[in-house]
């Protein structure tokens, strides 16, 4: 009797680990989805930047307007911080997004690797990452370079990531991989991307630093580990070394990036994952509605099979793709340089899922951030306490407009079908308004710099 029960509780166990495994892996094969699309690629000449955040659990939003601030380094220099945006996810050290005052925004996403060895110094570098571009870096380059730095002397503490980041000028990817080795690319002006939770970076020629930066070890290390023999696998790709394999070949990162790439050139893509281009060229200039409505995707120009397969859930009533029951904020950085100096660098942003919540326009050089999106009136606050005031977010802050849209969200959710038809037509009708009350702003600031 008492080896029976014995056994029970072991296979008890045994299932909560394996259910908390397939749990795990599904997290870390849908966390984010990201879009870029250079400067020649785009109607207006920007630089484009989309992303969706998706996270579970309790999460509130916050949005800061940080001022510029003088610092002093180890060394006792002044070091001036940069003003930037700051959507802020207390407790989170993967979430934020954060757009400067030099234009230099920066997301990511989730990208795990095979490393299983840790080498870190002074606990490695994680949240570290993403201050470190919005406080000091004046471009994409510049924060690749300073992001290279820290991963190789502190360690990258995350399994694994890939850091979109971009200004006015190009973007880059940015993968770092647990441990001490990262890699880079730069996103070809008349090109677009699309990157899942899976590391995309292929080809790599680190002799061309014009477009690419990285560990001088990375193809060696690869060896040594085998993940990576020249004689049986040709020529070296990052992916195919460094990457998890079963987030490469995930249904839910492939069918994703499968539809981005469709929605970007209009051609039909098989769901073979070593098929898809790391950049392609659009059949259009690309515009910030092209954005929306990829960030929006539930899926809907997929064939019906690779739609039923992409995500469902107990609580989504519906198809999940790129937009998903856990898309917690989506942001467009728009960035070049014609916009108003009174203006600054653009973020657009729904604060929700962008399938039922417009797009609102946030400004790098605005006085301060709209009512209602701050726990704290002052962003230093924030900072001081990203960490350690990170529980119990609804109980300590009720009136956060945050809530409102996760209880549209909820009561979306009790008749979908119906309803969902309303929700879209309101957030059409505003996104429209807001367009227009943009377009109006920057004529208005330009005619006054004449």
């Known amino acids: 009797m008492k080896k029976m029960k014995n056994f029970i509780i072991l296979s008890l166990f045994l299932f909560a680990a394996t ?27 920007s630089v484009m930047l989309a992303h969706n955040e998706d996270d579970s659990g309790e999460q509130m939003l916050n949005i800061y307007v940080v001022p510029a601030k003088e610092n002093r380094d180890a060394d006792g220099k002044s070091v001036r911080n940069a003003r930037y945006l700051w959507c802020e996810f207390p407790g989170m050290e993967v979430a934020d997004a954060f757009l400067n ?50 991963v190789e002397e502190r360690g990258y503490r ?40 899976n590391y995309i970076i292929d080809r790599v020629d680190l002799s061309d630093t014009a477009n ?24 070296f790709s990052f992916k195919r070394a460094y990457c998890k394999p079963s987030t490469y070949i995930s249904e839910r990162n492939v069918f994703r990036h499968q539809s981005a790439l469709q929605y970007l050139t209009g051609k039909e893509y098989n769901s073979d994952p070593d098929s898809f281009e790391l950049f392609v060229r659009p059949n259009r200039k690309i515009t910030i509605e092209d ?3 990829i960030l929006a995707s539930h899926g809907e120009n997929l064939p019906q099979p690779e739609r039923s397969k992409v995500y469902s859930s107990d609580k989504q009533k519906h198809y999940g793709c790129i937009c998903v029951d856990r898309t917690v904020v989506a942001t467009i950085f728009q960035l070049n ?28 050089e605005m006085e301060r951030a709209y009512d209602g999106w701050g726990r704290f009136s002052t962003a230093e606050e924030a900072e001081m306490k990203h960490f350690s005031d ?18 549209k969200w909820d009561w979306l959710n009790e008749d979908y079908k119906g309803r969902i038809g309303r929700l879209q037509k309101e957030r059409d009708a505003e996104q429209k308004r807001l367009f227009k009350a943009h377009n109006k702003r920057v004529e208005k600031l330009k005619a006054s710099e004449k």
């Open 291 to 293: 954005m929306i409505e």
């Open 158 to 197: 995350g399994s694994g990531r890939t850091y979109s980041i971009a200004d006015p000028d190009q973007a880059w990817i940015f993968s770092a991989v647990q441990g001490r080795h990262w890699v880079a690319q730069r996103v070809p002006d008349d090109c677009v991307m699309a990157l899942p939770n």
């Open 390 to 407: 990170a529980k119990e977010m609804r109980a300590n802050y009720p009136k956060a407009k945050g809530w409102e849209i996760v209880d």
């Open 101 to 150: 005052e030099y234009g230099v925004g920066i997301v990511s996403n989730s990208c795990p690797s095979r490393e299983d060895r840790e080498d870190f110094t002074d606990g490695g570098v994680l949240y570290e990452i993403r201050t470190t571009a919005a406080k000091h870096a004046r471009t994409s380059r510049e924060a690749v370079e300073l992001l290279g730095k820290l």
């Open 337 to 364: 340089r014609q916009t108003p100096a009174d203006m600054g660098h653009i973020m657009w942003v729904a604060a929700g899922r962008p399938c039922i919540e417009p797009f609102v326009p946030w400004y790098t």
């Open 212 to 235: 690419f930066a990285g560990s001088d070890d990375l193809i060696a290390y690869a060896i040594e580990r085998g993940w990576y023999n020249p004689h049986r696998d040709g020529e």
């Open 19 to 45: 259910c908390n495994l397939h749990a795990q892996q599904n997290l870390e094969q849908f966390n984010c989805f990201a879009v870029i699309a250079g400067k020649a690629a785009t109607a207006d000449g």
